[in-house]
């Protein structure tokens, strides 16, 4: 089982990444995109990713806006996992 970070470690990780705030335990972004089949797109790619990883985000699209929330459910909060799913995500997505 991964183990929750500090609080100040994802504060601090999170002040460092573009637009992913931390929040109730959990880290998470809003992508905006031109359409909704872009945004269906992204989540498309974000599936891809969080397969290879083992590990799934909570996902909401609502138009054209796709709302992402991390949080390792096992340990409680956020671990290294998520910060690194996150990571991957932006890199792949060229949404840094």
């Known amino acids: 089982m991964a183990e929750r970070l500090p609080l100040e470690a994802v504060e601090a ?21 031109p359409s909704f089949r872009s945004a269906v797109v992204f989540v498309n790619r974000v599936a891809t990713i969080a ?6 985000p909570e996902i909401r699209i609502r138009y054209d806006k796709v709302f992402l929330r991390l949080r ?3 340990a409680g909060g956020v671990t ?7 990571e991957r995500i932006d890199f792949a997505t060229s949404a840094r």
Request: hydrophobic share 40%.
């Open 80 to 86: 290294q996992r998520d910060l690194d799913l996150a």
């Open 51 to 56: 397969d290879e990883l083992n590990h799934h």
């Open 13 to 33: 990780w999170a002040a460092a990444h573009a637009r992913w705030k931390f929040r109730d335990d959990t880290i998470r972004k809003k992508y905006v995109f």
């Open 72 to 74: 390792s459910h096992d």
